[in-house]
């Protein structure tokens, strides 16, 4: 059987689930599809997919086995009854969870004979299977180098090295990104917005300019500075920026805008000052956070 025309099992079939399986379909491959509430295979079933009995018969249908479900609690309690079927399948797990929990279930998954790749899906269902839609994997190269192929059907696959947590833990980085990027935006167009300016016509300056142009050219050119762990406050310092996040707290309160998020930007400054960096420059302010990480 061919890369292309791989048997892949599905076990998971809520909306992700779903267009994994679809994808996979939609490539050519041998899709079996498997979940633990009933009805909802129908539509993979129409599609050429082939409806397991149970869990062990999804199991067993091939090699890869692609799970989609809500945690590792839940990885666990679906596969549970299919110990023995597992003893040579390869297992790609795409839930959220903790490095630790990723770990667990790699040796998990070893201790049933069973290969592993712990994964984490950036794009919502509707881009699963589109260009540009980015998989992170972590764990072994070998498997991950055996199915490279078939992975790039459900989008770019990025392996970002043996340790299986990495993954979740990059997921988990980014979405924390993400919601401290809307949650600034959303504040900066509540200030606009008290001044009757549309969050469309705002977006026009703050995301098409601000966000590549500015604060993503300065994190891309001083992520060296972030690894070396050298902040130099020539360009200036961190004690200036407290000045500015209080002045954006003093607008908040002209404008009726709550201030707990900007607060709680001055909150983390005013440690990094007092920990002696009010001299470096902003950047100083990641060894507040290592230091709760240390």
Same mark, same amino acid.
Request: charge should be negative; glycine fraction near 12%.
């Given at each position: 059987?061919?890369? @292309? @025309?791989?048997?892949?099992?599905? !076990? ?14 939609? +490539? ?5 599809? %498997? ?24 199991? #067993? ?27 040579? +399948? ?14 667990? =279930?790699?040796? %998990?998954?070893? @201790? ?6 712990? $994964? ?5 269902? *509707? ?17 991950? /180098? &055996?199915?490279?192929?078939?992975? =790039?059907?459900?989008?770019?696959? !990025? ?34 917005? #008290? ?13 098409? %300019?601000?966000?590549?142009? !500015?604060?993503? &050219? ?35 309160? /002209?404008? $009726? ?6 607060? *709680? ?10 920990? $002696?960096?009010? /001299? ?12 709760? *990480? #240390?």
């Amino acid at each position: 059987m061919t890369d @292309q @025309q791989l048997a892949v099992t599905v !076990v998971g079939l809520g909306p992700m689930g779903a267009a994994l399986a679809t994808a996979l379909l939609d +490539r050519g491959h041998d899709v079996t599809v %498997w979940n633990r509430s009933p009805g909802k295979d129908g539509p993979l079933v129409a599609k050429g997919a082939r409806r397991a009995d149970d869990i062990v018969d999804a199991v #067993s249908a091939g090699r890869l086995l692609v799970v989609c479900l809500a945690d590792y609690d839940a990885l666990y309690s679906a596969l549970g009854p299919a110990d023995e079927a597992l003893r040579g +399948r390869v297992l790609v797990n795409l839930n959220s969870g903790t490095p630790k929990e990723a770990n667990e =279930a790699l040796r %998990w998954a070893e @201790q049933r004979g069973a290969g592993y790749l712990d $994964g984490a899906i950036m794009v919502p269902p *509707a881009m699963v299977g589109h260009p540009g839609s980015v998989f992170l994997y972590s764990g072994s190269t070998e498997i991950f /180098e &055996e199915y490279e192929k078939t992975l =790039a059907d459900l989008g770019d696959p !990025v392996h970002l090295g043996t340790e299986p947590g990495l993954a979740v833990l990059y997921n988990t980085a980014l979405l924390s990104m993400m919601y401290a990027s809307m949650n600034g935006f959303l504040h900066a167009a509540a200030l606009v917005g #008290s001044a009757g300016v549309s969050a469309t016509e705002f977006t026009k300056l703050a995301v098409e %300019w601000f966000l590549p142009s !500015v604060i993503g &050219e300065i994190i891309k050119a001083e992520a060296p500075t972030l690894d070396k762990g050298e902040y130099p406050g020539d360009a200036g310092s961190l004690a200036m920026n407290v000045t500015t996040l209080k002045h954006i707290i003093g607008t908040s309160h /002209e404008q $009726g805008v709550p201030t707990g998020i900007p607060a *709680a930007n001055l909150r983390l400054l005013e440690q990094a000052v007092e920990a $002696g960096f009010g /001299e470096s420059s902003y950047l100083a302010v990641i060894e507040v956070l290592k230091k709760g *990480a #240390s």
